[in-house]
């Protein structure tokens, strides 16, 4: 298994620009999540999903949008990229949101930079 | 609100010694806690966990230990090598609106570096 993917590792935009941070798993988890990580700081929730077109909004939502159409992918959609938007993004996916076993995975990442 | 906070952001201890790292925990709600390693440009490693019903566990060379009475979690490893320089971070299990999804709540993390 490749566990959890993402693409790209790196990017840089400029300010109003868009694009979509791609995130796959192979491990038929139907749980999903976005994070983002600010320098020196923990992850913050984005986005999460419980499975194919269920998704909520987490702590950090504004600026983002996501989709669930299948069990493998969860992509976060950046509409108007901004400078606060200059981040490390991780997604991470587990597998039944039990409560003593929902242990999240994490991808390598997806650093970006926007100017 | 549910916060997770870390005592020390870095902390250096000599190869082969054992180290502590601490952490603090605001929400009494959190009943599952994990710590992670994330070692530079990786996403977070998962280390160990432990449930509100323990107060230690223990995997290879890993300990984590569970004092709810002042909401605090220690990671403990044993004879420390080169490989575990990282960046170790608590996280409480927080439960979200929807089908019991959970969000963990992370600390701001300690920078283990290990001296030869």
């Known amino acids: 298994n490749a566990g959890v993917t993402q693409t790209p590792k790196f990017r840089i935009l400029k300010i109003g620009q868009s694009m979509t941070l791609q995130c796959a798993q192979d491990?038929?988890?139907?749980?999903m999540y976005w994070y983002r990580q600010d320098p020196g700081m923990g992850l913050k929730l984005i986005y999460y999903?419980?499975?194919?077109?269920?998704?909520d909004k987490g702590e950090v939502p504004n600026g983002y949008n996501v989709s669930r159409s299948t069990t493998e992918d969860f992509p976060l959609r950046l509409e108007l990229a901004a400078p606060s938007q200059t981040s490390v993004y991780f997604c991470?996916?587990?597998?039944?949101?039990?409560?003593?076993?929902?242990?999240?995975?994490f991808g390598p990442g997806t650093r970006l930079t926007v100017l | 609100g549910e916060s997770v906070g870390l005592h020390l952001p870095t902390l250096s201890v000599q190869e082969g010694d054992n180290s502590i790292i601490n952490c603090a925990y605001s929400?009494?709600?959190?009943?599952?806690f994990i710590w992670y390693k994330q070692e530079s440009g990786k996403g977070p490693q998962f280390i160990i966990d432990?449930?509100?019903?323990?107060d230690k566990r223990q995997g290879q060379r890993v300990t984590v230990l569970l004092n709810k009475t002042v909401k605090h979690l220690s990671l403990q490893i044993a004879a420390t090598q080169p490989g575990d320089s990282a960046v170790y971070f608590c996280?409480?299990?927080?439960?979200?609106?929807?089908?019991?999804?959970?969000?963990?709540?992370f600390g701001q993390g300690t920078r283990l570096t290990i001296n030869p």
């Open positions: 999903s419980v499975g194919a077109g269920i998704t």
């Open positions: 491990m038929n988890h139907n749980y």
């Open positions: 991470a996916s587990s597998y039944s949101g039990g409560r003593y076993t929902d242990t999240q995975y």
């Open positions: 432990i449930r509100s019903n323990m």
């Open positions: 996280a409480g299990h927080i439960v979200l609106k929807i089908q019991g999804a959970q969000k963990l709540v």
């Open positions: 929400n009494s709600a959190s009943d599952y």
